[in-house]
């Protein structure tokens, strides 16, 4: 296991504002040094960065060699002056982190708007895309060709929201998506929040890295056939769900990462 990179999940990251939890933290974890470890390279990205939270965890784990790319609208909060606040605090998160962001790597604007160059250009072809931006459909679709066309062979994309009932335009656009590429992407993975897909070539490297990540180990690892392929549903039991939410609520954060062992 990684004792330090698991303390910066369980404790650091949990202080910026945003959405993801432990369980897919440890995901995008696991899937990220199992492509190191492989040699599959490439640039990673995310449309929907919020404050950070999930964006800080990639740059934790790609370190100061790894380029991360984030693309928002940055449009949120109001300052005294009417302008938004959202990148400055995304920016405040950042150096609370002792992460810098790479302003050359930030797109403030519509990601339905953007071709898939404004992403290679900076980035080169995505080993790992993180979708979590607009949650309409036509959104989702959008974002889905975007990531499609600038994701490495071996790329992953990672769907946030999925089976959401209070999203179901994100369920209906991941569906689709999979059912008009089903020659070419397959689902490996879901967690309750996300899905995790590849071309199909690497459904089986990135269904076993899941299967046998040692971060990983702690849930129940469910086979479940979605839209023809074999994917691990990662289980998270709801007993283990309160504990943690007890001890984050206590003040045990620090104590909080054994339960995830
Ligand atoms: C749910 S939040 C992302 C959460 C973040 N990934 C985290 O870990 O906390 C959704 C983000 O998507 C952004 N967004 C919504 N529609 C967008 C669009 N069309 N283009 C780019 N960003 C968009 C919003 O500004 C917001 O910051």
Not at 108 to 133: C, H, N, Y
């Amino acid at each position: 296991m990684n004792a330090s990179l698991r303390k910066f999940i369980f404790n650091d990251l949990q202080t910026v504002e945003g959405y993801i939890d432990p369980p897919d933290a440890l995901v995008y974890l696991s899937l990220l040094q199992a492509q190191d470890k492989a040699g599959m390279g490439g640039g990673v990205a995310e449309i929907g960065v919020f404050y950070g939270r999930s964006y800080y965890l990639m740059k934790k784990i790609v370190g100061d060699a790894g380029k991360v790319l984030a693309i928002d609208l940055f449009d949120l909060g109001e300052a005294a002056d009417g302008t938004p606040t959202q990148y400055q605090r995304f920016l405040d998160y950042g150096k609370r982190l002792g992460l810098t962001v790479d302003q050359d790597l930030v797109i403030k604007g519509d990601s339905t708007r953007l071709r898939p160059s404004d992403i290679t250009d900076r980035l080169g072809r995505v080993r790992f895309f993180s979708i979590d931006g607009g949650h309409m459909l036509g959104h989702v679709v959008s974002d889905a060709a975007l990531a499609t066309d600038a994701l490495a062979e071996h790329g992953i994309i990672a769907f946030d929201d999925t089976f959401n009932p209070a999203w179901p335009e994100v369920t209906v656009g991941v569906a689709d998506f999979l059912r008009e590429r089903a020659d070419t992407f397959s689902a490996f993975c879901m967690t309750k929040y996300k899905t995790y897909v590849c071309r199909r070539a690497f459904h089986d490297v990135y269904y076993r890295a899941i299967r046998e990540a040692p971060d990983l180990a702690a849930f129940r690892h469910v086979d479940t056939q979605f839209l023809g392929s074999k994917t691990v549903r990662l289980h998270n039991p709801m007993g283990r769900r309160m504990v943690y939410e007890l001890m984050v609520h206590a003040g045990m954060r620090g104590l909080s990462e054994r339960v995830y062992r």
